[in-house]
Structures are given as C-alpha cells and as structure tokens.
C-alpha cells in the first residue's frame, strides 16, 4: 500500500473518533464549581484529586467529574496507561462507567486540525477504583 493512502485513512479514522467525544467550551469549564487543589501530595501546580466516572471505549476515555458533573476527553500519556489498565481489569462492560480517583489537570489543547482548542483531563496519577456506581452530591455539614 501507498504510505500517503496509509496516513490519509490513519488521519480520517481519527478525525473520526474525535468527533464522537464530549467537547465542553471553555466557558462551561471556567465557570464550573470550584475544584478541590491537594496541595499535600503534588507538586505540579494545577493538578488536582479527582473523584468521578471514567469509561473507555474504541479509543476514547471520557472522565465526568462529580463536582461539576461535566465531562472531558482524557489524553492518553503518562500514568493514564494505569487507570485505563485498572478499568479494562475491572470486568465493567466496555464503555460503562466506573468511579475512580485520580490526580489531575485541566488543560486546554487544540483539536486535530488546530481550528479551535477543547478542555482535557490529564492524568498524572491513578489512585483508585470507588465501589460507588454512580456521583453522590456532597454531604452538606451545619
């Protein structure tokens, strides 16, 4: 085969399955609810603990945090290899969702085309999977 047939079907595949994710603008993201920095364990500014639904399918993980209940794409590098690896062990179904928590940031990159710029989660720790099946409101305290 023709290496330039090879990279025009490898970029229309993924062209493709990017256009299946959730895309928050950046607006959605910016005035969410506020998040939680843990300024104990980490060292990079930005990063956060995390606590909501991952699901991974096709390719594509999606992580929908449950203190804004807004979803993200998760870029695949680094320690994200851990917590795809702890989901497809977990025997969930391909695709449903599964608590978990993490230690991550927000970033904003540009799409494949580099037209416009979308919010991703990157993962820069994997600290567990919840028993939990679905986002709990926080406990209000008096």
């Known amino acids: 085969m023709n290496m330039k047939y090879l990279l025009v079907l490898l970029m229309t595949v993924l062209i493709s399955a ?25 060292n990079e ?14 390719d594509a993980a999606i992580f929908r945090d449950c203190s804004t209940g ?7 590098a680094g320690p994200y290899i851990e917590l795809e690896s702890a ?7 391909p695709g449903a969702e599964l608590m978990v928590s993490i230690h991550g940031r927000y ?11 979308r919010i991703n989660l990157l993962v820069d720790s994997f600290d567990e999977i919840h028993d939990s099946s679905d986002c709990e ?5 008096d």
């Open 107 to 117: 970033m904003e990159r540009n799409d494949m085309e580099g037209n416009s710029s």
């Open 137 to 141: 409101p926080p406990v209000q305290t």
């Open 70 to 76: 807004k979803s993200f794409p998760v870029v695949m």
């Open 45 to 58: 500014p930005g990063v956060m603990t995390l606590r909501g639904m991952f699901r991974y399918m096709a």
């Open 18 to 42: 990017c256009d299946l994710q959730y895309s928050p603008d950046k607006e959605d993201v910016m005035n969410a609810a506020p998040l939680v920095i843990d300024t104990t364990t980490d």
């Open 87 to 93: 989901y497809l062990n977990s025997g969930i179904e």
